[in-house]
C-alpha cells in the first residue's frame, strides 16, 4: 500500500522504472507484437510541474512543457494536479478578475499547444458559468477542449475552505460551458473515449472526490470508463501518503479499474501548508508506479495500465453489471465524448511492473505471510476431511519428491492440530525401475524425521509380471520406456494405496499439484490423478518450492526436518519412471513439458484473466528476457536466474496451450476433492474452471500463429 508499508526493493525498483522511462525501449521491430497498443495497454502518466504561486504564465508554461516530456516518453493520458495553471493554495486571490482572466487566456495556450502533442492532458483551472466559479478540470486533446468536469465535493473543514470560492458541480449534468467562446460539454456525466483504441475510456474527479463516501469515479466506472483520474492539491501531513495510497488502492480494486492520482507539489505556498508532489498509479489494486515525493524538480510517474484486462475482468464478474444497474445504469445516462487519439507505435517497450512468478509474492514479508495462508488452506481442509470421514489411518506415498514432501507435512500438521499421533500417518516409498539412491534416501529420511508409520513397496516385481502379461518388448529384456512402461509404474503405485488405505481403514491422500492438472501430466484413473483427497490440487510447482522453503526455515518444524527439507529442495523435478541414460542424464520433467516457471506465468494469465496467448506471450517476453531486470521472489537462488527469448517462451506457449485445452481436460473433469489456495485460480470443474473434455486448442493456436512472430 503506501511506501512506507513497501519492502525497501521494491520501493528502489519503482523509482528506477519511474526514473529510467525513456530507457526501457528497445529496438523497434516491425512486427505489431512489440507495440503495447496492440495488447490493450495504455500509457498513462502522473505529472506534478514545479509552480509558482499565483503565477499563472510561469504555471502554463511548466505544464506544457511537462506535456511535451510525456509526449517524448510516448504517454497516452497526462494527468496534472488540482488548479496548476494558477496554483492551488492562492484563497480570496481565486475569486480576483485579473485571475479568473489569466486563467481562461492560460487554456487557451493549452489547448492550442497540444495539436501538436498525442497524450490527452488532463489540466486543473478555476472556471466562471452562470454566476458561479468552479473548480475544474479540463480534458484536452489534439487542439481541442473535449470537456470539462467540475468538482463535486468541495471540503470546508480544518485547513479547508473552498466553499468560499467555489460552487460545487455535483448535480450538473447534461449541460455546457463557454470556455473562451466555445461551448463544450460540462458536467460529472461524462466518460471521454477514443475512437483508435476501445478500452481506452477516462473519467475524471478531483481531490475531495475521492475522500466522500460516495466517489464519482464509482459512477464514472459503471459507465465504461476504464482508467479513472484525480487531480488533486492535497496537501501533505504525517501519514497522508499512506492514506492516499489505501484509496487508490481501494478504488481501483473495487471498481475495476486503473487510478491515476496526481498531487500538487513544489512551488505551491507554504503559508500554511506543505506538499509533496505525490503521483501514483494504480490498476485493480495492484500498484503499478509511484513518483519521488518531495522532489524540487518536476515529477513525471508513468506506467503502461492494461485496459484490456480491465474489461475482460467487468465481464467475468458479474455483479460489475448489476452494480450499474442498481444506479440506474449510467452506461446509458452518462455522455460519451469521442477523440481521436493516434498513439505512438512500434516497440516503446513496457513499464510496469510483471512478475515473473505471478503465485509467488517478491516481497518477504508478503511471501511470509502468503506461506503461512497457503499451508494453513490445506491443514484446515484435510483437517475438516479428516473429521468428516472418520477414518483410523492417512495414506500417502513418499517419493522424495517436492509434491509428496509438501503434503506429508501438511498431513504431519493436520494431526498435530487434531490430536492424532503422526503414526497415523502411513507413508510408503515404492521404488521403481527409475528410483534414485538420493530420492529414496531422502523419502525414509523425512519418513523417519517426521514420525510417521513407514513401509516400503518395492514395485519391480508386480510392474515387471504386468509388463509380460501385456506382452510389453521390457519384460523381453528391450529397453523399451513408453508411455505404457511408465504408466505400469505409476498405476500400480496408486494401486497398492488404496489397497493399503481399504486394509487399514484409512484414505489416500494425493500429491499432484495445480501445475500438473494444468498439462495434464499426471496418469488417469489407477494413477497419480486419483486419491480420496488432492490436498495439492489447488498449489502450482513454483508455490509449492516456496511452502516447502518456508516449512524449512520458519520454525514450523523442527530443524532436523527443515535440513532434510532444503535437501529435497534441490533435487531435479523427475517421476523417476524411466532408468537415467547413458550418460547419467535422469528423466526431466522440464525438459518434456517445459520449464514449470514459465509453465505456470501461462496457467496465471490464461486461467486468471482469460488473456489471448499473444498478450501472455507479451507479457512472458517483458518478464523473463533479462535474468537482471525486475525483483524476484526473496531467497530465490542465483543459479536458477533464468532468461527466455521469445523464440523459447513460443515454442513451450504452443505446447502449453496444446495440453491445457485440448488434452488435459478430461482429467480435471474427474479430479478428487480439495481446497483452492491461490486467487490466482483452481481448476476444478466444480469451482474455477468449467471446460468440456473434448475442447479444440485450434482458436488458440491460430491466435498464436497470426500474431507471435517466431523468433
Same mark, same amino acid.
Given at each position: 500500500?503506501?511506501?512506507?508499508?513497501?519492502?525497501?526493493?521494491? @520501493?528502489?525498483?519503482?523509482?528506477?522504472?519511474?526514473?529510467?522511462?525513456?530507457?526501457?525501449?528497445?529496438? =523497434?521491430?516491425?512486427?505489431?507484437?512489440?507495440?503495447?497498443?496492440?495488447?490493450?495497454?495504455?500509457?498513462?502518466?502522473?505529472?506534478?510541474?514545479?509552480?509558482?504561486?499565483? #503565477?499563472?504564465?510561469?504555471?502554463?508554461?511548466?505544464?506544457?512543457?511537462?506535456?511535451?516530456?510525456?509526449? #517524448?516518453?510516448?504517454?497516452?493520458?497526462?494527468?496534472?494536479?488540482?488548479?496548476?495553471?494558477?496554483?492551488?493554495?492562492?484563497?480570496?486571490?481565486?475569486?480576483?478578475?485579473?485571475?479568473?482572466?489569466?486563467?481562461?487566456?492560460?487554456?487557451?495556450?493549452?489547448?492550442?499547444?497540444?495539436?501538436?502533442?498525442?497524450?490527452?492532458?488532463?489540466?486543473?483551472?478555476?472556471?466562471?458559468?452562470?454566476?458561479?466559479?468552479?473548480?475544474?478540470?479540463?480534458?484536452?486533446?489534439?487542439?481541442?477542449?473535449?470537456?470539462?468536469?467540475?468538482?463535486?465535493?468541495?471540503?470546508?473543514?480544518?485547513?479547508?475552505?473552498?466553499?468560499?470560492?467555489?460552487?460545487?458541480?455535483?448535480?450538473?449534468?447534461?449541460?455546457?460551458?463557454?470556455?473562451?467562446?466555445?461551448?463544450?460539454?460540462?458536467?460529472?456525466?461524462?466518460?471521454?473515449?477514443?475512437?483508435?483504441?476501445?478500452?481506452?475510456?477516462?473519467?475524471?474527479?478531483?481531490?475531495?472526490?475521492?475522500?466522500?463516501?460516495?466517489?464519482?469515479?464509482?459512477?464514472?466506472?459503471?459507465?465504461?470508463?476504464?482508467?479513472?483520474? =484525480?487531480?488533486?492539491?492535497?496537501?501533505?501531513?504525517?501519514?497522508?501518503?499512506?492514506?492516499?495510497?489505501?484509496?487508490?488502492?481501494?478504488?481501483?480494486?473495487?471498481?475495476?479499474?486503473?487510478?491515476?492520482?496526481?498531487?500538487?507539489?513544489?512551488?505551491?505556498?507554504?503559508?500554511?501548508?506543505?506538499?509533496?508532489?505525490?503521483?501514483?498509479?494504480?490498476?485493480?489494486?495492484?500498484?503499478?508506479?509511484?513518483?519521488?515525493?518531495?522532489?524540487?524538480?518536476?515529477?513525471?510517474?508513468?506506467?503502461?495500465? #492494461?485496459?484490456?484486462?480491465?474489461?475482460?475482468?467487468?465481464?467475468?464478474?458479474?455483479?460489475?453489471?448489476?452494480?450499474?444497474?442498481?444506479?440506474?445504469?449510467?452506461?446509458?445516462?452518462?455522455?460519451?465524448?469521442?477523440?481521436?487519439?493516434?498513439?505512438?507505435?512500434?516497440?516503446?517497450?513496457?513499464?510496469?511492473?510483471?512478475?515473473?512468478?505471478?503465485?509467488?509474492?517478491?516481497?518477504?514479508?508478503?511471501?511470509?505471510?502468503?506461506?503461512?495462508?497457503?499451508?494453513?488452506?490445506?491443514?484446515?481442509?484435510?483437517?475438516?476431511?479428516?473429521?468428516?470421514?472418520?477414518?483410523?489411518?492417512?495414506?500417502?506415498?513418499?517419493?522424495?519428491?517436492?509434491?509428496?514432501?509438501?503434503?506429508?507435512?501438511?498431513?504431519?500438521?493436520?494431526?498435530?492440530?487434531?490430536?492424532?499421533?503422526?503414526?497415523?500417518?502411513?507413508?510408503?516409498?515404492?521404488?521403481?525401475?527409475?528410483?534414485?539412491?538420493?530420492?529414496?534416501? =531422502?523419502?525414509?529420511?523425512?519418513?523417519?524425521?517426521?514420525?510417521?508409520?513407514?513401509?516400503?513397496?518395492?514395485?519391480?516385481?508386480?510392474?515387471?509380471?504386468?509388463?509380460?502379461?501385456?506382452?510389453?518388448?521390457?519384460? @523381453?529384456?528391450?529397453?523399451?520406456?513408453?508411455?505404457?512402461?511408465?504408466?505400469?509404474?505409476?498405476?500400480?503405485?496408486?494401486?497398492?494405496?488404496?489397497?493399503?488405505? =481399504?486394509?487399514?481403514?484409512?484414505?489416500?491422500?494425493?500429491?499432484?499439484?495445480?501445475?500438473?492438472?494444468?498439462?495434464?501430466?499426471?496418469?488417469?484413473?489407477?494413477?497419480?490423478?486419483?486419491?480420496?483427497?488432492?490436498?495439492?490440487?489447488?498449489?502450482?510447482?513454483?508455490?509449492?518450492?516456496?511452502?516447502?522453503?518456508?516449512?524449512?526455515?520458519?520454525?514450523?518444524? #523442527?530443524?532436523?526436518?527443515?535440513?532434510?527439507?532444503?535437501?529435497?529442495?534441490?533435487?531435479?523435478?523427475?517421476?523417476?519412471?524411466?532408468?537415467?541414460?547413458?550418460?547419467?542424464?535422469?528423466?526431466?520433467?522440464?525438459?518434456?513439458?517445459?520449464?514449470?516457471?514459465?509453465?505456470?506465468?501461462?496457467?496465471?494469465?490464461?486461467?486468471?484473466?482469460?488473456?489471448?496467448?499473444?498478450?501472455?506471450?507479451?507479457?512472458?517476453?517483458?518478464?523473463?528476457?533479462?535474468?537482471?531486470?525486475?525483483?524476484?521472489?526473496?531467497?530465490?537462488?542465483?543459479?536458477?536466474?533464468?532468461?527466455?527469448?521469445?523464440?523459447?517462451?513460443?515454442?513451450?506457449?504452443?505446447?502449453?496451450?496444446?495440453?491445457?485445452?485440448?488434452?488435459?481436460?478430461?482429467?480435471?473433469?474427474?479430479?478428487?476433492?480439495?481446497?483452492?489456495?491461490?486467487?490466482?485460480?483452481?481448476?476444478?470443474?466444480?469451482?474455477?474452471?468449467?471446460?468440456?473434455?473434448?475442447?479444440?486448442?485450434?482458436?488458440?493456436?491460430?491466435?498464436?500463429?497470426?500474431?507471435?512472430?517466431?523468433?
Amino acid at each position: 500500500m503506501g511506501s512506507r508499508l513497501r519492502g525497501k526493493d521494491e @520501493d528502489v525498483a519503482l523509482r528506477k522504472r519511474k526514473k529510467a522511462y525513456t530507457q526501457v525501449m528497445t529496438a =523497434n521491430p516491425s512486427h505489431p507484437f512489440h507495440a503495447l497498443h496492440a495488447h490493450g495497454f495504455v500509457r498513462v502518466a502522473a505529472s506534478t510541474p514545479h509552480v509558482r504561486t499565483a #503565477d499563472v504564465a510561469f504555471n502554463t508554461q511548466a505544464v506544457l512543457a511537462e506535456a511535451q516530456r510525456a509526449y #517524448d516518453a510516448g504517454v497516452d493520458l497526462a494527468v496534472f494536479p488540482e488548479l496548476c495553471l494558477s496554483s492551488y493554495a492562492i484563497d480570496d486571490l481565486h475569486l480576483q478578475a485579473a485571475m479568473i482572466e489569466a486563467v481562461e487566456a492560460a487554456v487557451a495556450q493549452v489547448v492550442e499547444a497540444s495539436a501538436v502533442l498525442s497524450p490527452v492532458l488532463l489540466v486543473g483551472a478555476a472556471l466562471a458559468s452562470e454566476g458561479r466559479l468552479y473548480n475544474c478540470a479540463l480534458v484536452i486533446a489534439k487542439g481541442r477542449l473535449l470537456g470539462v468536469v467540475p468538482k463535486s465535493y468541495l471540503p470546508n473543514y480544518r485547513e479547508f475552505y473552498e466553499k468560499r470560492w467555489f460552487a460545487s458541480g455535483k448535480a450538473i449534468r447534461g449541460a455546457t460551458i463557454r470556455v473562451n467562446g466555445e461551448e463544450v460539454p460540462f458536467g460529472t456525466d461524462l466518460v471521454f473515449a477514443s475512437n483508435q483504441l476501445p478500452h481506452f475510456k477516462v473519467f475524471v474527479e478531483i481531490c475531495e472526490d475521492f475522500w466522500a463516501a460516495t466517489p464519482p469515479s464509482s459512477l464514472g466506472a459503471l459507465a465504461g470508463a476504464t482508467v479513472l483520474c =484525480n487531480l488533486s492539491a492535497s496537501n501533505i501531513l504525517i501519514g497522508k501518503s499512506d492514506e492516499r495510497h489505501m484509496l487508490c488502492r481501494s478504488q481501483s480494486a473495487r471498481a475495476t479499474a486503473a487510478y491515476v492520482y496526481s498531487a500538487a507539489g513544489h512551488g505551491e505556498s507554504t503559508t500554511d501548508l506543505a506538499w509533496d508532489g505525490q503521483g501514483i498509479i494504480y490498476e485493480l489494486g495492484d500498484l503499478l508506479a509511484e513518483s519521488e515525493r518531495f522532489s524540487r524538480d518536476p515529477e513525471l510517474c508513468v506506467a503502461d495500465v #492494461d485496459c484490456e484486462r480491465i474489461v475482460l475482468e467487468r465481464l467475468r464478474v458479474p455483479t460489475f453489471a448489476d452494480a450499474a444497474e442498481v444506479m440506474g445504469s449510467p452506461q446509458r445516462t452518462f455522455r460519451t465524448v469521442a477523440f481521436d487519439h493516434a498513439p505512438q507505435d512500434g516497440d516503446l517497450g513496457l513499464i510496469r511492473p510483471v512478475s515473473r512468478f505471478p503465485f509467488v509474492p517478491t516481497r518477504a514479508d508478503k511471501l511470509d505471510a502468503d506461506c503461512y495462508e497457503a499451508f494453513n488452506i490445506q491443514v484446515d481442509g484435510l483437517m475438516r476431511r479428516l473429521e468428516s470421514t472418520g477414518s483410523k489411518s492417512l495414506v500417502i506415498g513418499i517419493s522424495g519428491g517436492l509434491d509428496s514432501t509438501h503434503a506429508l507435512i501438511v498431513a504431519a500438521r493436520a494431526c498435530d492440530r487434531l490430536g492424532l499421533p503422526r503414526s497415523f500417518i502411513r507413508g510408503y516409498t515404492m521404488p521403481g525401475f527409475a528410483t534414485s539412491d538420493g530420492t529414496k534416501a =531422502n523419502a525414509w529420511k523425512l519418513m523417519n524425521a517426521v514420525g510417521i508409520t513407514a513401509g516400503e513397496i518395492d514395485i519391480r516385481p508386480t510392474a515387471t509380471t504386468m509388463l509380460q502379461d501385456i506382452g510389453h518388448a521390457f519384460a @523381453d529384456g528391450q529397453p523399451v520406456y513408453d508411455v505404457t512402461f511408465e504408466n505400469v509404474q505409476a498405476g500400480l503405485r496408486t494401486d497398492y494405496l488404496f489397497r493399503l488405505a =481399504n486394509q487399514n481403514d484409512g484414505f489416500v491422500l494425493g500429491t499432484g499439484d495445480l501445475s500438473e492438472l494444468a498439462l495434464g501430466w499426471c496418469t488417469y484413473g489407477v494413477g497419480d490423478q486419483m486419491s480420496h483427497y488432492a490436498v495439492n490440487a489447488g498449489v502450482p510447482k513454483t508455490l509449492i518450492q516456496y511452502l516447502i522453503r518456508w516449512c524449512a526455515t520458519s520454525g514450523e518444524f #523442527d530443524a532436523g526436518i527443515g535440513e532434510i527439507l532444503l535437501a529435497i529442495l534441490g533435487t531435479e523435478i523427475s517421476p523417476e519412471l524411466v532408468p537415467a541414460g547413458a550418460d547419467g542424464a535422469i528423466q526431466s520433467t522440464e525438459a518434456k513439458i517445459g520449464p514449470y516457471e514459465l509453465n505456470d506465468f501461462f496457467l496465471h494469465h490464461v486461467m486468471r484473466f482469460g488473456q489471448k496467448p499473444s498478450k501472455v506471450a507479451f507479457l512472458a517476453l517483458h518478464a523473463w528476457r533479462d535474468a537482471q531486470a525486475g525483483l524476484w521472489p526473496a531467497g530465490f537462488p542465483d543459479d536458477r536466474k533464468h532468461a527466455y527469448d521469445l523464440a523459447t517462451i513460443r515454442d513451450w506457449l504452443e505446447k502449453f496451450l496444446r495440453r491445457f485445452f485440448a488434452f488435459s481436460q478430461f482429467k480435471r473433469s474427474a479430479i478428487p476433492n480439495g481446497p483452492k489456495v491461490s486467487a490466482g485460480g483452481a481448476l476444478s470443474p466444480r469451482g474455477d474452471w468449467r471446460a468440456p473434455s473434448d475442447a479444440s486448442a485450434a482458436v488458440w493456436l491460430a491466435e498464436l500463429d497470426a500474431n507471435v512472430p517466431k523468433g
